[in-house]
Structures are given as C-alpha cells and as structure tokens.
C-alpha cells in the first residue's frame, strides 16, 4: 500500500498571474532548457531581485502549469487580466491538493454559514485535522504552516474569494464561461465545484 502525502508547493508562491503568463508563453514555444535559462536568469524577464527567486518562482509556476495542457495555457499567456488569474488558480489548485480540501471544507463552509470573514487560525486546524491523512504534517516547522497558510490567503485573495489577505472578508466570484467550459471538456469537476462554490 502507497504511503498518502501531500506533494505541496505552496511555499513557493501566490499566483504570481504576471509571471505565469510569461511562462506560458515559453512552454507554448517550445523552450529549450537553454533558452529558458537565457530568459528566466540571464535577461530577468521575470523581474526578480535574485537568480535565484527567479529560479524558484519558474519553477513553481512551470510545476503547476505542466499539470494543464495548451488550451490553458493560451488562455493564460493570451487572456485578459481577470481571466489570467483565474487560470492561474486552476493550476495552484491542480497542484496542491491541500488547497483544494481548505476549498471544500472551510471555504465551503464559511460560504454556506454566511460568516463575514474567514480567521486565520482556521488554517492551522485545517492542518491539524489533515494529519490524520498525512502524519508528515506533523513534523512541518511551524513557520512553514504559517508561510503556507500566508500564501493561501493571498491566493484566495487574488483569486477574489476574499476582498484582501488583511481583512479575510469574503466576497462572491464569478467563473469566467470559456473557463468554466474547458473545465468542464477536460472532466476537471472536482476543480470546477471550488471555483464555483462562491457564485
């Protein structure tokens, strides 16, 4: 029997919606690992203090995206702004799976109770209550559970599920239709059901 874990990148970053469009359009043209090195490091088209950030967030945005094929990733080089970010999040969520249950279990819930704002502990029970799938967990340093829980306010926040990561306000979102389509031609239900539950 396989040993259930949480393969999470959520360290690495939010949506990064700017950033992600750039590496879309590489992965459309075929980069090669050269050429990629040219852009990313030598050039700084992601516009990073650092080599190594670069590296870093190339690599998150690439891990998340290469779990979607092309049609997402022309809607997300070619999009509108809103419509970007909200490519950008069907690749978070495709990646991390515990975004998705944090989704299904105290989004939805907040949701369907009219609570005003969500509280940042939340994240940290949610936590809690997922070792008893992954005891893994468990061993996290306590400051990569709040680093993580960081990063999934903001992209709830980005995404328009809350009005800021500051006040954790939520508010409705509305599914683009071109995107709500290709989810529903690529059987993805499980990540349609997220996105929609604020409608």
């Not at 919606?17 to 879309?24: C, G, H, L």
């Not at 075929?30 to 992601?46: F, H, K, M, R």
């Amino acid at each position: 029997m396989v040993k259930f874990s949480y393969n999470s990148d959520l360290i690495g970053g939010s949506l990064m919606v700017r950033e992600s469009r750039f590496i879309a359009a590489l992965m459309l043209d075929n980069t090669s690992g050269e050429q990629w090195q040219q852009a990313v490091i030598a050039e700084n088209q992601l516009q990073k203090r650092s080599p190594s950030t670069a590296r870093r967030n190339s690599q998150a945005i690439r891990k998340r995206l290469e779990r979607l094929d092309d049609e997402y990733w022309r809607m997300l080089r070619d999009g509108d702004d809103e419509l970007a970010t909200q490519v950008s999040f069907v690749a978070a969520l495709e990646r991390n799976l515990l975004l998705v249950e944090f989704m299904e279990t105290v989004l939805v819930d907040a949701y369907l109770t009219k609570v005003e704002n969500l509280q940042a502990y939340q994240w940290d029970e949610f936590l809690t209550d997922r070792e008893a799938r992954d005891l893994a967990i468990g061993q996290w340093a306590e400051s990569s559970r709040k680093k993580m829980g960081q990063v999934v306010l903001r992209m709830l926040a980005e995404a328009g599920y809350l009005v800021s990561s500051r006040s954790l306000k939520l508010q409705r979102v509305t599914l683009r239709a071109e995107l709500k389509q290709l989810l529903i031609d690529k059987h993805q239900h499980r990540l349609l059901a997220c996105m929609e539950m604020a409608q």
